[in-house]
């Protein structure tokens, strides 16, 4: 099993934004969920438009099963906003092109987000370590950087150690490489 690393410069994060914009505006926005919520990825793919057009976004976790509220920040609502226009409220936001056996349009597949999340990194340069919860590592690396808190950041991924958050972000890695860096001998 590889383990996936998060995106931990700003400029690499806009080079995916503009790349997965210019492409497709569903693949967009669910990159935008993941970055700016820290939501998984099978929550996220299971959002319909009326989920997300308040303020906030309110779900049950699929693998938690815990009930968790996220506040959509402005620049995920100016993502989410145009995107949503005009669409069917009960409808999946990250909706397939596809039909299921009952004819109906379902929300795109776990290997579908992954091979898009994966192409707009292979396409910025970031090739190693990449996958779906990179978005979700994202949120919680710029989210430490930002704020310093650890503990706030368990919180909002329900972790129940604040050194499982601390290694699940990378920042393990970071300082451990660091020290390897550093010593030269």
């Not at 806009?14 to 790349?19: L, P, Q, S, T, V």
């Not at 989410?80 to 226009?85: D, T």
């Not at 992954?114 to 949120?139: D, L, P, Q, W």
Request: a positive charge.
């Amino acid at each position: 099993m590889e383990f996936v690393q998060p995106i931990r410069d700003k400029e690499t994060i806009e080079e995916m934004k503009a790349f997965l914009k210019e492409k497709n505006e569903r693949d967009y926005v669910m990159f935008m969920i993941g970055i700016n919520t820290g939501l998984r990825i099978g929550d996220i793919l299971r959002l319909k438009v009326k989920d997300v057009s308040g303020e906030e976004i309110k779900i049950v976790e699929g693998k938690t099963d815990k009930k968790k509220i996220v506040p959509i920040n402005k620049s995920l609502r100016s993502a989410i906003k145009p995107f949503i226009k005009g669409k069917d409220p009960d409808e999946y936001l990250i909706l397939s092109r596809q039909k299921n056996s009952k004819g109906k349009r379902t929300h795109i597949d776990r290997s579908t987000a992954y091979r898009i999340i994966k192409e707009a990194a292979v396409s910025c340069g970031f090739t190693k370590n990449c996958g779906t919860h990179t978005m979700r590592k994202t949120f919680g690396y710029m989210h430490y950087k930002a704020h310093g808190n650890i503990a706030a950041l368990q919180k909002i991924f329900n972790h129940d150690k604040e050194l499982t958050t601390y290694i699940y972000i990378g920042l393990e890695k970071d300082y451990l490489d660091k020290t390897i860096m550093d010593l030269n001998l």
